[in-house]
């Protein structure tokens, strides 16, 4: 059972443009939403993070939606920078009681960002 | 400041073989975890610790088996080595509490089992 489905599972974006990913959870005892970068070789850094007492986050070009009814969440990054192509996973945990250890992943979105 | 060192970055073992990978955290984390990353799977939780001398299963715990003997060392044992552990495993730590807290990973360590 996929508790977080992400896609898509690639992306092209020219520069300068918007990427969008999305994510979708079946789990309602999720209550913490991570997004997480990863680089070729290195282990994923959080990007940005939301909680669903809020609809929206944004960390200067990166913004996260989250629609509480639908059990979705989305990351923005808009004016796309070739430095911004890797792969993308989306998150989830329980985080009531501190419980941030157990993240559920989505599989991954890999973004290429064209010259 | 290190954050999350693992070691070995590289491994080859052959199909039977046992082998511990490192994890080892300088900031204090109460929570550790251990993930695997596979193509196309995103990374799944094998076992985790909410402290010293606590662990518990995650995901995917079978073959591996964990200890958290000190607050800043997370070892993972693979007990009898097979081609579905071929791998990346990353380690995980954070601290405890409410709120958006970062999980902080280590650099990987890409395993092949032969």
């Known amino acids: 059972q996929q508790q977080v489905k992400q896609s898509p599972q690639s992306l092209i974006v020219q520069k300068g443009g918007i990427s969008i990913i999305n994510c979708a959870y079946e789990n309602t005892a999720f209550d913490y939403f991570p997004w997480y970068q990863q680089f070729p070789g290195k282990g994923p850094a959080l990007l940005i993070a939301i909680r669903p007492d809020v609809s929206e986050k944004k960390e200067g070009r990166f913004t996260i939606s989250f629609n509480k009814s639908a059990k979705q969440f989305s990351l923005h990054i808009m004016d796309s920078q070739p430095g911004d192509s890797a792969t993308y996973f989306c998150?989830?945990?329980?985080?009531?009681?501190?419980?941030?250890?157990?993240?559920?992943f989505g599989k991954g979105t890999l973004l290429t960002v064209n010259p | 400041n290190a954050g999350v060192t693992q070691t070995p970055k590289f491994q080859v073992l052959k199909t039977g073989q046992s082998m511990t990978l490192q994890c080892a955290q300088d900031m204090n984390h109460e929570y550790m975890s251990w993930y695997r990353q596979d193509p196309g799977m995103g990374l799944r939780l094998i076992h985790y610790s909410v402290g010293a001398g606590i662990t518990d299963q995650g995901e995917v715990p079978n073959g591996y088996n964990v200890s958290r003997s000190t607050t800043e060392d997370f070892p993972l044992r693979l007990l009898s080595a097979a081609p579905s552990h071929t791998s990346v495993y990353f380690c995980?730590?954070?601290?405890?509490?409410?709120?958006?807290?970062?999980?902080?990973f280590g650099q990987g360590t890409r395993l092949t089992v032969v």
């Open positions: 995980a730590s954070s601290r405890q509490g409410l709120g958006t807290t970062e999980a902080f």
């Open positions: 998150a989830a945990s329980p985080n009531s009681g501190g419980s941030n250890y157990k993240l559920t």
